[in-house]
């Protein structure tokens, strides 16, 4: 089997049976486990070893416990609490872009963002929701450790491809860190007031703030809505799947064969004309958009009225991801070539 057949498979089994493995388990936020094990499979390479694990569990409980202790300073101190805040969110567009970090830089912008907004609202089920994700980080692991011996890497293949990742400069880190906290900042504060609808659009807004830092303003519009209208069609499929049979193993099935294709476009098995952060973004919004539908029915919501709402959402932040962008790209060359005017 080529190299690349095998990264498609095992992008798609990892993701497709620790979907299988959370929901079976009845863990809270059951569809970030998924989500986790996509971006943590993304990087071909080896799977991380008991140690490297242990080591991300106490890394992830810190970030995420963090969330925790924000609770009592938005209480009582809220615009210290914002500012706090602010800087986790830099903090997690900086390892994310410089550091090449960006499975840490997510838990890093969950915990002050997520974690904290839900603990607000509700204490004991922010607690449960950090458990459930570091529960579910070691479920992905696990479920990577069994599916890597079926579809092993490369080693000089991954070396390869790690020594040509292009670096991004300190100064070019810090303007997309900039850029994609002020695109989070306004969705964090919405949670604040109404949680139990923001925290998905947190998690769009988390992905999209990373998206952008690879593309400019000709290119945002095609990326950011794009892909959250893709995500939507491969969504509302899955559903239909499931309507017909709705159980765990055809929910398995079906996301199995989605996440076959999106790991073919972006591992090049099949020929497309976006980039990676595309397709992983149509991947990371379609787990988004099912798992609170799924939840839905549990709770006995209007599950098609809670998705379009949902949807809405995510296509106005799409929208202002791709109006931020605009309007700071702009400013940024406006003010570069005012600089050069005045130093010439």
Not at 13 to 19: D, H, V
Not at 173 to 181: D, F, N, P, Q
């Amino acid at each position: 089997m080529s190299l690349q057949a095998r990264r498609v498979f095992r992008l798609a089994l990892t993701t497709a049976l620790t979907l299988v493995l959370v929901y079976a388990l009845s863990l809270t936020f059951a569809f970030m486990a998924p989500l986790f094990a996509f971006m943590l499979t993304l990087n071909p390479a080896p799977p991380m070893g008991a140690k490297r694990l242990l080591v991300l569990v106490i890394l992830v409980a810190v970030t995420t416990g963090v969330g925790l202790l924000l609770v009592p300073l938005l209480m009582y101190f809220a615009p210290a609490a914002v500012v706090v805040v602010l800087l986790g969110l830099y903090l997690s567009f900086y390892l994310t872009i410089y550091k090449q970090q960006p499975a840490l830089g997510t838990f890093v912008a969950i915990g002050f963002t997520v974690i904290s907004a839900t603990s607000l609202y509700d204490f004991s089920l922010g607690k449960m929701l950090v458990e459930s994700f570091l529960s579910g980080i070691v479920i992905a692991i696990v479920c990577q450790w069994l599916v890597y011996p079926l579809f092993p890497e490369d080693s000089q293949a991954a070396g390869q491809k790690d020594q040509e990742a292009p670096p991004v400069d300190a100064e070019a880190s810090r303007w997309i860190a900039i850029r994609g906290t002020l695109i989070v900042l306004p969705v964090y504060l919405l949670a604040l007031n109404n949680p139990s609808l923001f925290v998905a659009a947190i998690m769009k807004s988390v992905t999209l703030g990373q998206q952008t830092s690879h593309i400019d303003i000709a290119h945002a519009g095609r990326e950011l809505l794009g892909s959250t209208f893709l995500a939507a069609c491969f969504a509302m499929a899955v559903w239909m799947g499931l309507r017909i049979l709705p159980n765990l193993w055809m929910y398995f099935l079906l996301m199995l064969l989605t996440a076959i294709f999106v790991a073919s476009k972006i591992y090049g098995a099949l020929p497309t004309r976006y980039p990676t952060s595309f397709w992983s973004n149509v991947m990371t919004t379609q787990l988004i958009l099912l798992g609170p539908a799924i939840a839905d029915i549990a709770s006995s919501k209007d599950v098609y009225m809670a998705s379009f709402v949902r949807l809405s959402l995510f296509v106005v932040i799409s929208l202002y991801a791709w109006w931020m962008v605009a309007l700071l790209d702009t400013w940024r060359h406006r003010r570069r070539n005012a600089i050069t005017l005045k130093n010439s």
